[in-house]
């Protein structure tokens, strides 16, 4: 359980900030009321809980600098939010402070079909911009599964990725220029609507990522592409999981670059099965979903290739949908595993782990291992085409005997990644979840330059303290 001491600041302080806020922003928009302090104690990582003192609504960039300026003055922590979708504790209040909540500033400012842009505030949600762009014939790939609430601010701050990413990238390759406020007040600009722009050190980049320790973002100026004429998808089902991950490299040795390569294991499979009754072959060992967009021609011939693969690789039974409605229904196993896995226990921690794709079986059998050992009930699925893998555990949160499993099993499963070259995080983030496993995976050197980074951007250390090392 990460439940923070809270090292608060006093509440004669407190009130004395929340008058002053009150005068920069509006009254209705600083809010102390239990209703709130409750609501915003918490963000969609289970187990993580904080207390804030305060909960603020900016709604322009002057409102955002004005309360940094106040908060840096006092001392006061400040923790920027989105949606509060993040499954690291990324808005987890540990030394309470002010809530800095950005959804009041959501306005889609422009769609440039000249320039393949989108300039926006942070408070946009995802989906919006997705909807705006594609009635304008085009594309905005990043596309996180929480799409409908989260913001785009949250993504770049977190540098998501989605079912996209192998072939389109992920949130930082659609991040063409930032504005933010630095703690003290400071209103920078990086980068804008060029393609090509080397002044400077690219601080967009390293505030993609930055999961709210660097600055607020206040607009974002995001790259759009023409959107693909179709898509195709299929499924391979195959007895044993190495077979499955020597298809995904099989795949992508073919000369295809998957729009979509998704995979589950034998628990996903019959988890999603129970709940969503789509006929999946329970007894298979893994699933492989893949998929293509492009223009017709080339979405026939990767599809065969892909589907050749997989069957080389001893793929037990292979489906191509022939149209949109079956191709819903294929890819309705993916979106299912994490509503059937949850509906399975009271609580359901989703994990993300990165790791080179040529060793996606060696971890999957890893993860079941330490499922094995400690008794508990974990479904892998995932980018494999990323090497990218969600072990989901779902367990009793009254049992603290298996609470205390998990967190052991999860160290296991990160001290694994971390040993064949993966990552700890490879789009949830750290935020103060995977902080215990930060060093072990850059090094002490690392770690102590990103403080010193820090301290350039945020010399008070007010940005949301706790996360990312800081
Ligand atoms: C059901 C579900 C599915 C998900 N699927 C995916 C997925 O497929 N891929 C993926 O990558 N993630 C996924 N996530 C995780 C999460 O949705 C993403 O991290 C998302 O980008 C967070 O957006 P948010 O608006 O909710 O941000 P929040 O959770 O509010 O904040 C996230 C981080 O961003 C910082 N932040 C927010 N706004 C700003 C700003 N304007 N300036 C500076 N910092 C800011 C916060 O301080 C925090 O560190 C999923 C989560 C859920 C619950």
């Known amino acids: 359980m990460v439940v923070q001491e809270r090292v608060s600041p006093t509440p004669a302080l407190v009130q004395r900030l929340r008058d002053r806020l009150r005068q920069a922003v509006g009254a209705a928009n600083v809010r102390d009321d239990a209703g709130a302090l ?5 963000d969609s990582t289970p187990l993580a809980r904080g207390q804030p003192d305060l909960v603020v609504f900016p709604a322009t960039t002057d409102e955002v600098a004005s309360v940094l300026r106040l908060a840096d003055e006092a001392r006061m922590p400040v923790i920027p939010r989105g949606s509060g979708t993040n499954l690291s504790g990324g808005t987890v209040p540990t030394r309470g402070g002010i809530v800095l909540v950005l959804t009041r500033m959501n306005r889609l400012l422009e769609i440039s079909e000249g320039d393949l842009v989108a300039v926006c505030e942070p408070g946009v949600r995802t989906i919006e911009l997705a909807e705006a762009a594609a009635a304008r014939g085009l594309l905005f790939p990043p596309d996180p599964g ?21 072939k389109y990238g992920v949130t930082r390759d659609y991040v063409l220029g930032v504005q933010a406020v ?24 390293l505030l993609c990522g930055s999961e709210g320790t660097l600055a607020v973002m206040t607009e ?9 004429e179709s898509s195709g998808t299929g499924m391979a089902y195959f007895a044993d999981l190495a077979d499955a991950a020597r298809a995904v490299s099989r795949v992508l040795a073919s000369g295809v670059l998957p729009v979509t390569l998704e995979f589950l294991d034998q628990v996903c499979i019959g988890s999603v099965e129970d709940y969503a009754r789509i006929g999946l072959n329970t007894d298979a060992g893994a699933l492989l979903i893949f998929g293509q967009d492009g223009d017709a021609h080339a979405i026939e011939r990767d599809m065969r290739r892909m589907a050749e693969a997989c069957a080389a690789e001893g793929a037990t039974d292979i489906r191509i949908a022939g149209s949109d409605a079956e191709a819903a229904e294929l890819l309705e196993a993916r979106r299912a595993v994490l509503p059937s896995l949850s509906r399975l226990e009271p609580l359901t921690i989703l994990e993300d782990a990165t790791v080179p794709r040529s060793r ?22 995932g980018h494999a085409g990323d090497g990218n ?17 998990a967190h052991e099993a999860f160290d296991e499963i990160f001290a694994k990644a971390i040993e064949l070259n993966g990552s700890i995080t490879g789009e949830h983030g750290v935020g103060i979840v995977k902080l215990p496993h930060l060093e072990r995976q850059l090094g002490a050197d690392h770690v102590a330059l990103l403080r010193r980074i820090k301290a350039a951007f945020d010399p008070h250390g007010i940005l949301n303290p706790d996360k990312l090392g800081s």
């Open 38 to 42: 409750v609501t915003y104690a918490t």
């Open 220 to 228: 974002l100026t995001l790259r759009l592409v023409p959107a693909p």
């Open 360 to 381: 996606i079986a060696e971890m999957v059998q890893h993860i079941q291992a330490v499922a094995r050992r400690h008794g508990l009930k974990i479904g892998t699925f």
């Open 389 to 405: 893998l969600h072990p989901t555990v779902v367990l009793d949160p009254a049992d603290q005997h298996a609470v205390n499993s």
């Open 146 to 166: 929480s799409h409908t609430t989260a913001t785009l601010g949250g993504n770049v701050a977190e540098c998501s990725g989605g079912l996209r990413a192998l």
């Open 182 to 205: 630095l703690a003290t007040g400071e209103v920078i600009r990086s980068g804008g609507r060029l393609v090509k722009d080397v002044a400077g050190y690219d601080l967009r980049r």
